[in-house]
């Protein structure tokens, strides 16, 4: 493989978080997402940005059976997505909705000058547990030494 693959993967996946507003590794599969779906040439969007297509064909159908599940128990009125969605472009609110979602496992941030310089970022949890963050997160190196806003 190309030695410098995994950091232009790196690059690619910081672009998108920083498009989705930054620091979520959530909010830039979103956006992977939909920009896939309004992609003339999926296969080369996703060659491009180093994305698996077969996967993102798994979370389109993934989502569209979730939508019929959702719709067939009365939770969308009349089938109709859009009055579901008229929140979507509100990222503080998605960002605060996905923060509630992951509750109660919220963390501080351990300050960069207690962590080696190459080290991923660190985590404390409510109970004083250190946790770190996953190596393929766009938080795990930034997080620290940038700050979370």
Same mark, same amino acid.
């Given at each position: 493989?190309?030695?410098?693959?995994?950091e232009?993967?790196?690059?690619?996946?910081a672009a *998108?978080?920083?498009?989705?507003?930054g620091h979520s590794d959530?909010?830039a599969?979103?956006?992977?997402?939909?920009e896939?779906?309004?992609?003339?040439?999926?296969?080369?969007? $996703?060659s491009?940005?180093?994305l698996?297509? #077969?996967?993102l064909?798994?979370?389109?159908?993934?989502?569209?059976?979730?939508l019929?599940?959702i719709?067939?128990r #009365?939770?969308?009125e009349?089938?109709?997505?859009?009055?579901?969605n008229?929140n979507?472009?509100?990222?503080? *609110?998605v960002?605060?909705? *996905?923060?509630?979602?992951m509750?109660?496992?919220?963390g501080r941030?351990?300050?960069? $000058?207690?962590l080696?310089?190459?080290?991923?970022?660190?985590l404390?949890s409510a109970?004083?547990?250190k946790?770190? *963050?996953h190596?393929?997160?766009?938080n795990s190196?930034?997080?620290p030494r940038?700050?979370?806003?």
């Amino acid at each position: 493989t190309d030695p410098g693959a995994r950091e232009r993967a790196d690059q690619v996946k910081a672009a *998108l978080a920083l498009q989705a507003g930054g620091h979520s590794d959530a909010l830039a599969i979103v956006t992977a997402f939909d920009e896939w779906r309004k992609s003339q040439n999926q296969n080369r969007y $996703c060659s491009e940005r180093f994305l698996a297509n #077969g996967v993102l064909m798994s979370i389109a159908s993934m989502r569209d059976q979730l939508l019929e599940d959702i719709s067939a128990r #009365g939770f969308l009125e009349g089938g109709n997505t859009n009055a579901a969605n008229r929140n979507s472009a509100n990222r503080p *609110l998605v960002r605060a909705v *996905l923060a509630m979602g992951m509750y109660p496992k919220f963390g501080r941030a351990l300050p960069a $000058c207690d962590l080696p310089p190459n080290a991923s970022a660190t985590l404390i949890s409510a109970r004083g547990e250190k946790v770190r *963050l996953h190596q393929a997160s766009v938080n795990s190196r930034a997080y620290p030494r940038e700050g979370l806003n």
